[in-house]
């Protein structure tokens, strides 16, 4: 008799992004009582299509929780002076409260000059050094959205966390290093799994958790995983098939459910939770700058 193997369950980030997005709703509700209305300024510099449908699902969702957005689209051809002059006006503006700069940027303009130009008290990306030094240290500061999503899809689906042994494919500062220190902070043991690791396979079947974001389609596959393993995915990848382009995460999706426990779909898994995230963030930073915060204290 042939068994057929229980297949992994979903973890449905839209669902849990929906939650996410109603705290947020009443956060702002909660504001607007005292008179405060949080507003996000969403700086686009250039033409790039996925930068477009990034900013303008991040500007719709917004609405929805009823944040102010104020978009600023900048020519391809802007000067890097010419960014961090509106970045100065948004920072001096006390009725701008988060700040985002839609990444990536044109080639002539310096990534880092820029993310360094926004206030920490206004980076809701969490990306700026003094909002990274903090996160280390476990202060309460602006965090990154992708991980701080991530975080949440673990804790709905695992409760406590502590003891787990997580292993985060990929260590770059958007999501891998912010990843792995939030782990670190929920009491986990955390491995980090890179280009140069040696036997990555062997290091990820150690793991009750898994967080894969590397940028390469479907490249985990059930033999990477300890049975009833947990999966993140923040893989996001354009793929060409007979039927025409399909969105597939990091992990072999079809493969990974066999031994998993638990894993995020690509779409509907951890892409809806980092918008969601973006805007819980504009209601901290707001929080954050109501109460004068000590840790934040402007420094521009
Ligand atoms: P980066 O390209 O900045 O980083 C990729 C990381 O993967 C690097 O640390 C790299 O290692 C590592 N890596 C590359 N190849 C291998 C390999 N063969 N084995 C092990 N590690 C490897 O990507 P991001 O972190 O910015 O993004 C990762 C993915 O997540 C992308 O698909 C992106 O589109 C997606 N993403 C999705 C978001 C969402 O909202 N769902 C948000 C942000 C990103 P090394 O450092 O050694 O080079």
């Not at 992994?8 to 607007?32: F, H, M, T």
């Not at 500061?141 to 042994?165: A, F, I, K, N, Q």
Request: aromatic share 2%; glycine share 8%; charged share 20%.
């Amino acid at each position: 008799m042939s068994m057929t193997p229980a297949l992994a369950r979903d973890i449905d980030g839209k669902a849990i992004a929906a939650q996410v997005l109603d705290e947020v709703k009443d956060d702002v509700l909660a504001l607007a009582r005292q008179q405060v209305y949080p507003a996000l300024a969403v700086v686009l510099v250039g033409e790039d299509p996925a930068s477009q449908v990034y900013v303008r699902n991040k500007l719709l969702k917004a609405g929805q929780v009823g944040i102010r957005s104020l978009e600023h689209r900048l020519p391809a051809s802007a000067t890097q002076h010419e960014v961090l002059t509106l970045l100065d006006q948004l920072n001096a503006d006390p009725e701008v409260n988060g700040i985002l700069v839609q990444l990536p940027l044109p080639a002539h303009i310096d990534e880092k000059a820029v993310i360094h130009a926004i206030d920490p008290i206004k980076d809701v990306d969490g990306f700026h050094r003094e909002n990274v030094g903090g996160l280390v240290q476990g202060a309460e500061v602006l965090t990154p959205c992708t991980p701080s999503g991530c975080m949440r899809l673990l804790h709905e689906t695992c409760g406590d966390l502590s003891g787990l042994h997580a292993v985060v494919i990929g260590r770059s500062n958007i999501v891998g290093k912010p990843m792995a220190t939030l782990l670190l902070q929920a009491n986990c043991s955390i491995s980090v799994v890179h280009s140069r690791s040696v036997d990555a396979a062997a290091l990820c079947r150690l793991a009750d958790i898994v967080v894969v974001a590397v940028g390469r389609p479907q490249m985990i596959e059930a033999s990477w995983l300890k049975p009833g393993a947990v999966v993140i995915d923040v893989g996001i990848n354009r793929i060409a098939t007979a039927k025409g382009d399909r969105l597939v995460g990091d992990v072999d999706y079809a493969s990974a459910r066999t031994v998993a426990r638990a894993i995020t779909p690509v779409p509907g898994g951890v892409g809806p939770m980092t918008i969601a995230y973006l805007l819980k963030n504009t209601v901290i930073a707001t929080q954050l700058q109501r109460a004068g915060h000590p840790q934040l204290a402007t420094t521009l």
